[in-house]
C-alpha cells in the first residue's frame, strides 16, 4: 500500500502546464453538469485509493510504480517542450515515452469504466439473440458484474502489460509538436491520448492504435501537444510536397487549398519540431478532448463554449465514450 490516499490519473505535472498563472490554478469543465470550475490541479483527475486493490486479502497499490515512471517522463517532456522539439530525443527517452504514453493509454477512469461496461454489453447481446444461460458456466461468470476490487485487478493486468502491448505502437509512429497561442489555448482532458483518422472506416473502425492513417495526440501545455502520426502520413504529405517543391510545384498550388499547410506538415514530420496550428485545428483538437474524457477538461481559460455546443449538439458526449458507441461508428 502506499501513504498516498489521493492518486491521479492523469499526472499532476502535466495537469500544471494548463495553469492559469495562479499557483497550480486550472479551469474546468464538467460535462456532466455543464458547469465550470476554478481549482487547484491537484483536485482534477483524481480519486481516493484509485490505485490500490487487494488480492487474497494483501493489500496492494500500483500508486508508486505510477510516479516512478511519471519521474522518468517527465524531464523528457520538459525537454520537449524547452527545445521545441522532438528530434533531439534519445533512443532512451523516445522508450520512457512509448511507456509512459502507454501507460497513461489504459490507467484512466474512463478506461476502467469501459472495462466495468464489458459485462452488461454481453448480457444485451445475449438478450438480443435470445440465448439462454446455463448455470454456473463460464458465459455466466462474464455477464456478471464484476466487484469494484475485481476491475482493478483486471485493469491493472492490463495497465502492468502496457508498455509491451502498446508501447511500440507509440515508437513506430512520426513525431513532432503541434503548436498554439496562449489567446487560443490547448485543453486537456480526464482522458488526454486522443486518436483521429481521416481514413475510410473498416470493418472495426478505424480509431486503433495501429489502424494505417491514425493520427494521435497528447497535451503537453497550453500551447504544444505531442502529435504521433502514422508513417503513411508522412510519406504521403512527403510526395505531395515534394511536388510542389518541384518545377511543376507553382502550377500544382494554384490548384489547392493550402499548400504553404502541406510544406509545413512536411517540415514538421520531416524533422520532429513545431506545426503551428490555425483556430480551425485548435478547435478540432480541443473537441478531441472534449468527446474523449470521460467528465472533466481542463483549460487555463474559463471558456468552453465549444465543449457545450458539442454537448448540446450530441447529449451522449456528457459521459465517456463507452464500447457500444465504437461499435456505432463501425
Known amino acids: 500500500m502506499t501513504e498516498?490516499?489521493?492518486?491521479?490519473?492523469?499526472?499532476?505535472?502535466?495537469?500544471?502546464?494548463?495553469?492559469?498563472?495562479?499557483?497550480?490554478?486550472?479551469?474546468?469543465?464538467?460535462?456532466?453538469?455543464?458547469?465550470?470550475?476554478?481549482?487547484?490541479?491537484?483536485?482534477i483527475a483524481s480519486e481516493s485509493r484509485f490505485y490500490d486493490f487487494e488480492v487474497e486479502g494483501t493489500a496492494l497499490s500500483l500508486e508508486s510504480s505510477l510516479s516512478n515512471i511519471e519521474s522518468k517522463?517527465?524531464?523528457?517532456?520538459?525537454?520537449?517542450?524547452?527545445?521545441?522539439?522532438?528530434?533531439?530525443?534519445?533512443?532512451?527517452?523516445?522508450?520512457?515515452?512509448?511507456?509512459?504514453?502507454?501507460?497513461?493509454?489504459?490507467?484512466?477512469?474512463?478506461?476502467?469504466?469501459?472495462?466495468?461496461?464489458?459485462?452488461?454489453?454481453?448480457?444485451?447481446?445475449f438478450e438480443?439473440?435470445?440465448?439462454?444461460?446455463?448455470?454456473?458456466?463460464?458465459?455466466?461468470?462474464?455477464?456478471?458484474?464484476p466487484s469494484k476490487n475485481d476491475i482493478k485487478?483486471?485493469?491493472?493486468?492490463?495497465?502492468?502489460?502496457?508498455?509491451?502491448t502498446y508501447g511500440t505502437h507509440f515508437l513506430g509512429k512520426t513525431w513532432f509538436l503541434g503548436a498554439t497561442t496562449s489567446n487560443e489555448p490547448f485543453w486537456i482532458s480526464d482522458n488526454p491520448i486522443s486518436l483521429q483518422n481521416a481514413t475510410?472506416?473498416?470493418?472495426?473502425?478505424?480509431?486503433?492504435?495501429?489502424?494505417?492513417?491514425?493520427?494521435?495526440?497528447?497535451?503537453?501545455?497550453?500551447?504544444?501537444?505531442l502529435a504521433m502520426w502514422c508513417p503513411s502520413l508522412r510519406e504521403k504529405i512527403g510526395k505531395a510536397a515534394q511536388t510542389l517543391r518541384s518545377p511543376i510545384g507553382g502550377s500544382i498550388a494554384k490548384t489547392l487549398k493550402n499548400p504553404a499547410g502541406i510544406?509545413?506538415?512536411?517540415?514538421?514530420?520531416?524533422?520532429?519540431?513545431?506545426?503551428?496550428?490555425?483556430?480551425?485545428?485548435?478547435?478540432?483538437?480541443?473537441?478531441?478532448?472534449?468527446?474523449?474524457?470521460?467528465?472533466?477538461?481542463?483549460s487555463p481559460q474559463n471558456d468552453f463554449s465549444l465543449a457545450r455546443r458539442m454537448i448540446d449538439d450530441h447529449p451522449h458526449l456528457k459521459r465517456g465514450q463507452r464500447l457500444e458507441d465504437a461499435t456505432a461508428q463501425a
Not at 154 to 164: H, N, Y
Not at 263 to 282: F, K, Q, R, T
Request: glycine share 6%; hydrophobic share 40%.
Open 200 to 225: 475510410d472506416m473498416g470493418p472495426f473502425g478505424n480509431l486503433g492504435l495501429a489502424v494505417k492513417g491514425i493520427e494521435i495526440y497528447l497535451p503537453l501545455s497550453s500551447t504544444r501537444a
Open 153 to 164: 485487478i483486471e485493469t491493472t493486468r492490463m495497465l502492468l502489460g502496457a508498455p509491451d
Open 263 to 298: 510544406l509545413a506538415m512536411d517540415e514538421a514530420l520531416s524533422n520532429g519540431g513545431v506545426l503551428p496550428y490555425n483556430s480551425d485545428h485548435v478547435m478540432n483538437f480541443n473537441a478531441l478532448q472534449v468527446g474523449r474524457s470521460e467528465r472533466y477538461v481542463i
Open 73 to 125: 517522463a517527465k524531464p523528457v517532456i520538459e525537454k520537449m517542450l524547452n527545445s521545441d522539439s522532438t528530434a533531439g530525443l534519445t533512443h532512451e527517452e523516445r522508450s520512457v515515452m512509448a511507456a509512459f504514453l502507454a501507460i497513461q493509454f489504459v490507467r484512466t477512469k474512463a478506461f476502467r469504466m469501459q472495462w466495468a461496461d464489458f459485462p452488461r454489453l454481453l448480457r444485451d447481446k
Open 128 to 145: 438480443r439473440l435470445n440465448e439462454q444461460i446455463t448455470p454456473d458456466s463460464q458465459a455466466e461468470k462474464l455477464i456478471a458484474d
Open 4 to 43: 498516498a490516499k489521493v492518486q491521479h490519473y492523469v499526472p499532476k505535472f502535466l495537469l500544471r502546464n494548463f495553469g492559469t498563472g495562479k499557483k497550480d490554478k486550472v479551469w474546468v469543465f464538467d460535462k456532466l453538469l455543464r458547469k465550470s470550475f476554478e481549482t487547484n490541479a491537484k483536485n
